[in-house]
């Protein structure tokens, strides 16, 4: 997932990112050109990374996907069981609970917590979000996560790999 906040680390987090993972580009606060310019950059670096590259609203050309509570979408934000079946009846093949643990992205929202989080789902591909790092994903793939999604997760020097 991408933002703002990770300025000019974006371009490390992404060279670290194994080939056929995804990301989520958001960048809602930036301009739209610069915003268009930006994306345009990801895109290159994901077509030759062989990243999966969805775009939240608004949608961007040459996305595989979009992002969002919006019908059609590939990915959909649940933070509850209802939005997760207002996900799958919009057609999201993946939907994105959150968040699973405490995260910067979000200060003071209360955690779901794994369990809560995997009870959420209501069919195949629940990505967790929120908090992850390589170290919790451990500790919840067993729970029917299909993968984990983050930021800060990503965001090492290089050689380090994600935070544990």
Known sequence: MTDERVGDRLWPMLRRLPPGSGVIFRHHATPPAERRALFARVR??????RLMLLAA?????????????????????????????????????LLLASPVFPTRSH????????????????????????GMTERRWRRVRALGFAGWAGIDGWDRPAGQGPRA
């Open 57 to 93: 609203r608004p949608p961007l050309p040459g996305a595989a996907g979009l992002h969002g509570r919006v019908r059609g979408a590939t990915s959909w934000p649940a933070h509850d069981r209802r939005e997760a079946v207002a996900g799958r009846r919009a057609g999201a093949a």
């Open 44 to 49: 290159r670096i994901a077509r030759a990374r």
């Open 107 to 130: 200060p003071g929202a209360e955690a779901l917590g794994p369990m809560r989080a995997a009870r959420i789902d209501c069919g195949a591909g629940m990505i967790a979000l929120g």
